[in-house]
C-alpha cells in the first residue's frame, strides 16, 4: 500500500471520518503477492511503471489530480494523466480503447460494457464507486446569503415554471428573507454529464410529480443557460445576477449553495451528509463479480442526509494487452480506494470517503485485474 513519506497534516474532520470505516482496501496489494502491511512505499507503486491515460468526469479533477501528485510520488517510474471531458466523453473514449481507464458520475450499462468488450478491452469491465461528493445546488443573488429549497420547488425551478426569485414558493420555504423579483436563468452542462444525470435522478425520485423526466446524462429542457464541464456551469453562474446551477460541491468556489430539504429539516451539503447516502445504497447486480454500479435512494433521504449527491466510478479491464498497463492501472486505482488516497481527496476536494462497503467491493473489483 502507498504511503506518503511526508508527514501527515492534522486530519480534517472528513478524513477522521474515514478512519472510522474498515478500508478493505488496504489489502488489495496482496492480491498481486505483494506486501502492504508494513505501511512502507515498497508496495504496488513503487513496482509501477510506464504510462497509463484516463478520462471522464470532471467532478473528480481536483480528486484525480491528487491522486497522480501522490501515487508518482512513491511510483517515480509510473506516469498517470487523467482528462476531464465529462462523464460521457470518457465512457466514449474507454469503450474504444483510447484511454486505460475513466472516471465517470454514470455507471456504464450493459450495453456500454458490451461495446467495451468488442473494442477496447480484451476481457470484462469492472466498474466500482471511487468518489463520493455532494452536488451543491448553486446560486447568484446578491443580498441573499442563505436559501432554503424542497425538491418540488428546485424541479420546478429547473422546468422553468417558477420564473422569478420572489415567486410564493420559494418564499414559503424562506420566512423572513427578502426576496427580490429577480428573473430566475437555471444552468445546466451542455455536455453529456453524468452530474446532470445524478441530479436530475434526486429530482425524478424526490419530485416526481413535479419532475417528469428519465434520468439522463444528456440535460432534458432548453431554454436557459448551458456550459460545458463543472468549471463552465460555476463560471456562467456566477456571470450573471440571478442565476442557479448544479455542480460538485467541492468545485464552487464563493458561489453560495440552497440547504436543501430531506424530511423535514433543511440540510446544508457537507462530506459527512453526503457519505450517509451510501449507507441504504444498494448494488445493481449483486451477483456481478465486476460490476458494482449502486442504486442510491435520494427519494427517501434519513435524518441528516444530504440526497443531492453524485456516486462517481472508476472504470477498467479485466485483461489488457500490457502487462505493466495491468499492473499501473490496478497499483493506481488501489491507491484511489486506500485509506491514504479516500482522506488525500477528502482534503483536496472536499469529497466523502468510501463506506467499509463500497471499499470492500473496489478491492474485490481490483482482484479481477490480470497483472501476468
Not at 502491511?37 to 515498497?42: H, I, K, Q, V, Y
Not at 425551478?157 to 427578502?178: H, M, Q
Not at 449553495?257 to 444498494?282: C, D, F, T, W
Given at each position: 500500500?502507498?504511503?506518503?513519506?511526508?508527514?501527515?497534516?492534522?486530519?480534517?474532520?472528513?478524513?477522521?471520518?474515514?478512519?472510522?470505516?474498515?478500508?478493505?482496501?488496504?489489502?488489495?496489494?496482496?492480491?498481486?503477492?505483494?506486501?502492504?502491511?508494513?505501511?512502507?512505499?515498497?508496495?504496488?507503486?513503487?513496482?509501477?511503471?510506464?504510462?497509463?491515460?484516463?478520462?471522464?468526469?470532471?467532478?473528480?479533477?481536483?480528486?484525480?489530480?491528487?491522486?497522480?501528485?501522490?501515487?508518482?510520488?512513491?511510483?517515480?517510474?509510473?506516469?498517470?494523466?487523467?482528462?476531464?471531458?465529462?462523464?460521457?466523453?470518457?465512457?466514449?473514449?474507454?469503450?474504444?480503447?483510447?484511454?486505460?481507464?475513466?472516471?465517470?458520475?454514470?455507471?456504464?450499462?450493459?450495453?456500454?460494457?458490451?461495446?467495451?468488450?468488442?473494442?477496447?478491452?480484451?476481457?470484462?469491465?469492472?466498474?466500482?464507486?471511487?468518489?463520493?461528493?455532494?452536488?451543491?445546488?448553486?446560486?447568484?443573488?446578491?443580498?441573499?446569503?442563505?436559501?432554503?429549497?424542497?425538491?418540488?420547488?428546485?424541479?420546478?425551478?429547473?422546468?422553468?415554471?417558477?420564473?422569478?426569485?420572489?415567486?410564493?414558493?420559494?418564499?414559503?420555504?424562506?420566512?423572513?428573507?427578502?426576496?427580490?423579483?429577480?428573473?430566475?436563468?437555471?444552468?445546466?452542462?451542455?455536455?453529456?454529464?453524468?452530474?446532470?444525470?445524478?441530479?436530475?435522478?434526486?429530482?425524478?425520485?424526490?419530485?416526481?410529480?413535479?419532475?417528469?423526466?428519465?434520468?439522463?446524462?444528456?440535460?432534458?429542457?432548453?431554454?436557459?443557460?448551458?456550459?460545458?464541464?463543472?468549471?463552465?456551469?460555476?463560471?456562467?453562474?456566477?456571470?450573471?445576477?440571478?442565476?442557479?446551477?448544479?455542480?460538485?460541491?467541492?468545485?464552487?468556489?464563493?458561489?453560495?449553495?440552497?440547504?436543501?430539504?430531506?424530511?423535514?429539516?433543511?440540510?446544508?451539503?457537507?462530506?459527512?451528509?453526503?457519505?450517509?447516502?451510501?449507507?441504504?445504497?444498494?448494488?445493481?447486480?449483486?451477483?456481478?463479480k465486476t460490476n458494482y454500479a449502486v442504486k442510491l435512494d435520494r427519494g427517501n433521504a434519513g435524518e441528516g442526509v444530504y440526497p443531492v449527491v453524485l456516486v462517481s466510478y472508476a472504470?477498467?479491464?479485466?485483461?489488457?494487452?500490457?502487462?505493466?498497463?495491468?499492473?499501473?492501472?490496478?497499483?493506481?486505482?488501489?491507491?484511489?480506494?486506500?485509506?491514504?488516497?479516500?482522506?488525500?481527496?477528502?482534503?483536496?476536494?472536499?469529497?466523502?470517503?468510501?463506506?467499509?462497503?463500497?471499499?470492500?467491493?473496489?478491492?474485490?473489483?481490483?482482484?479481477?485485474?490480470?497483472?501476468?
Amino acid at each position: 500500500m502507498i504511503r506518503s513519506t511526508r508527514s501527515r497534516k492534522v486530519l480534517t474532520a472528513t478524513a477522521a471520518l474515514a478512519l472510522s470505516f474498515s478500508m478493505a482496501a488496504c489489502g488489495a496489494g496482496n492480491e498481486g503477492g505483494n506486501d502492504s502491511t508494513s505501511g512502507s512505499s515498497e508496495g504496488e507503486g513503487s513496482s509501477a511503471v510506464g504510462s497509463i491515460k484516463g478520462a471522464g468526469a470532471s467532478s473528480m479533477e481536483k480528486a484525480q489530480n491528487e491522486w497522480i501528485a501522490k501515487f508518482t510520488e512513491e511510483a517515480p517510474d509510473a506516469t498517470v494523466e487523467y482528462a476531464p471531458d465529462g462523464s460521457g466523453t470518457g465512457r466514449e473514449k474507454f469503450i474504444n480503447g483510447a484511454v486505460d481507464f475513466a472516471g465517470t458520475d454514470s455507471a456504464m450499462d450493459d450495453e456500454e460494457m458490451a461495446s467495451a468488450k468488442d473494442k477496447g478491452c480484451t476481457g470484462e469491465t469492472i466498474q466500482f464507486p471511487v468518489y463520493v461528493s455532494p452536488i451543491a445546488v448553486a446560486y447568484n443573488l446578491k443580498g441573499v446569503d442563505s436559501l432554503n429549497l424542497s425538491a418540488d420547488v428546485i424541479a420546478d425551478i429547473f422546468s422553468g415554471k417558477i420564473k422569478t426569485w420572489d415567486d410564493p414558493a420559494i418564499a414559503k420555504e424562506n420566512e423572513g428573507v427578502e426576496l427580490p423579483d429577480t428573473k430566475i436563468t437555471p444552468v445546466n452542462r451542455s455536455d453529456e454529464s453524468g452530474t446532470s444525470k445524478n441530479f436530475s435522478s434526486y429530482l425524478a425520485e424526490a419530485a416526481p410529480e413535479n419532475w417528469k423526466h428519465e434520468p439522463e446524462d444528456v440535460w432534458p429542457i432548453k431554454g436557459g443557460e448551458a456550459a460545458k464541464g463543472t468549471s463552465g456551469v460555476v463560471d456562467t453562474i456566477g456571470a450573471g445576477e440571478g442565476n442557479i446551477g448544479y455542480a460538485d460541491a467541492s468545485q464552487i468556489g464563493d458561489l453560495k449553495a440552497a440547504k436543501i430539504k430531506a424530511g423535514e429539516e433543511y440540510i446544508e451539503y457537507s462530506p459527512e451528509a453526503a457519505a450517509k447516502i451510501l449507507e441504504s445504497a444498494k448494488r445493481v447486480d449483486e451477483a456481478s463479480k465486476t460490476n458494482y454500479a449502486v442504486k442510491l435512494d435520494r427519494g427517501n433521504a434519513g435524518e441528516g442526509v444530504y440526497p443531492v449527491v453524485l456516486v462517481s466510478y472508476a472504470v477498467a479491464c479485466t485483461d489488457y494487452k500490457d502487462p505493466e498497463v495491468a499492473g499501473t492501472v490496478k497499483s493506481y486505482l488501489e491507491y484511489a480506494v486506500s485509506e491514504d488516497g479516500q482522506a488525500a481527496a477528502s482534503e483536496a476536494a472536499g469529497s466523502a470517503p468510501l463506506s467499509e462497503t463500497a471499499s470492500k467491493n473496489a478491492t474485490d473489483a481490483l482482484g479481477q485485474i490480470k497483472t501476468d
